[in-house]
C-alpha cells in the first residue's frame, strides 16, 4: 500500500509534470498525455486524477496556492487600511510578474487555457472579490468609499486596479508601464477619491449633449 | 481618365470590401485576395494601394476616423473639465461596445490582426494620449491631478480607465459589468483623488514588511 504521503508527493510530482507538459506543448495536459510523459500505467493515473477536469484542478490549486496565502496573510496582518490594500495587489502582482518574466510563452499558454477553462477559474476569482470584499468592509467601518454599495465598490475598484490584477495586462501592455509605484497612486486615489456622490462626470439627466 | 472623387469613392468601396473579407475569412486581407473579391484586375488594386501595408493603413484609418473626430469634438467644446474627461472616454467606449455586440467575431478578429500590427496602430494610440494630454493640461490648470507630470498624469489615468479604452476588455471581462455609470464614477475619483502625494499606501522605505 502506498503511504498518505508517498502519494501525496505522487500526486504533487504528477502536478509539477503535468505543468511543465502544458508549458511545452501549448495545450491542457490530459491524463492520456500525462501517463506518456511520466511513464506511469494510465490506471494509476485514473486512480490519482478520477477525470481530466480533475488534472486540471490540481493545477489551477497549485497555480493560485500562493495567491491565497498572500490574500489571507495581508487580511490577517495589522497594517493600515491603505497599506492593506497596496499588498494585497502588489504582492500578488509581484508575483504574477516574476512568472511572466520567468517563461513568457508559458505564462501565454496558461493565460489562454484559464480562459478557456473560465468555469474551472471561477472559484478563484470569487475568493478573490471575497477577500476584498473584506477589505472594502474595512475601509468602509473608517470612513472610506461613503456611499457606495459593497458590490458596487468591488466593481468599481476592480476596474481601477484592473492592470494589476489581470495576467493577460503583462502580455497587452509594455510590462515597464506597470510600476508599483503607480499601484500605490491608484490605491491613494481610490481612498481619497472614490464615493457615491455624482460630482460633475457624468451629464445631467435631459442635458445631454448631442 | 477617373475622376478624383470617383477614385475616392472606388478606394472607399475597396476599404470596405477588405474590412467585410476579414471579418470573413479572420485574416488580414492582402492586395491579391481583394482583387480576387472584387472582381477587379490586380494591377489596378496595386494603383490604389502600393502595398498589402497601404491597404492595411487604409482599413486602420476608417477604423479610427469617428474616434478621432470624437476626440476632436470633445476637446473644443466647451464643457467643463470633468465632463470632457467624461465624455472622451464614454463616447468612444459607447461606439466601441455597438461595434462589439454587432458583430463579436469580427470585432474578435480585428482585436487580433491590431495587436499583430501593432505598429501600425500606435500612431492612432499616441494622438488619443496626445489629445489626453491637452485635457490633462486644462485639469492641471484648474488645480487638479497636483504634483504630478503631465506624462505621469497620462500614464495613471489611462491605467484607471483601460477597461473604457481596450477593445480587449468588452471580449474579456463580462461586457455588462462595463456600465457608463462606472465610468463616470472612475473620472470623478480621478478628480478627487489623483495627486502626485504619497498618502499611505506605499510602504515606506526601509519598513517594508515581509
Known amino acids: 500500500m502506498t503511504s498518505p504521503s508517498t502519494a501525496n508527493s505522487e500526486r504533487a510530482r504528477l502536478v509539477h509534470l503535468a505543468m511543465a507538459t502544458t508549458a511545452r506543448t501549448g495545450e491542457n495536459t490530459t491524463r492520456a498525455l500525462l501517463a506518456k510523459e511520466a511513464r506511469m500505467p494510465r490506471a494509476r493515473i485514473d486512480a490519482i486524477f478520477p477525470t481530466d ?3 486540471f484542478d490540481a493545477i489551477l490549486e497549485r497555480w493560485y ?10 487580511i490577517e496582518s495589522d ?5 492593506k490594500f497596496y499588498e494585497f495587489f502588489a504582492r500578488r502582482f509581484r508575483r504574477e510578474k516574476d512568472r ?9 499558454v496558461y493565460c489562454e487555457i484559464g480562459t478557456d477553462k473560465f468555469e474551472n477559474v471561477r472559484g478563484y476569482i470569487d475568493l478573490a472579490d471575497h477577500y476584498l470584499s473584506e477589505l472594502i468592509a474595512q475601509a468602509q467601518e473608517e470612513g472610506y468609499f461613503a456611499g457606495l454599495g459593497i458590490n458596487r465598490a468591488l466593481s468599481l475598484i476592480n476596474q481601477m486596479v484592473v492592470c494589476y490584477t489581470l495576467p493577460q495586462m503583462l502580455m497587452i501592455l509594455h510590462e515597464d508601464r506597470l510600476e508599483e509605484g503607480k499601484l500605490a497612486t491608484i490605491i491613494d486615489t481610490l481612498f481619497d477619491g472614490l ?9 445631467v439627466a435631459g442635458l445631454r449633449i448631442a
Chains 1, 2 share one sequence.
Open 53 to 55: 477536469d480533475d488534472l
Open 65 to 74: 496556492a500562493p495567491d491565497i496565502a498572500i490574500m489571507e496573510e495581508v
Open 79 to 83: 497594517l493600515p487600511i491603505r497599506r
Open 100 to 108: 511572466f518574466r520567468e517563461d513568457p510563452a508559458a505564462f501565454a
Open 195 to 203: 464615493s457615491g456622490d455624482a460630482r460633475g462626470a457624468a451629464p
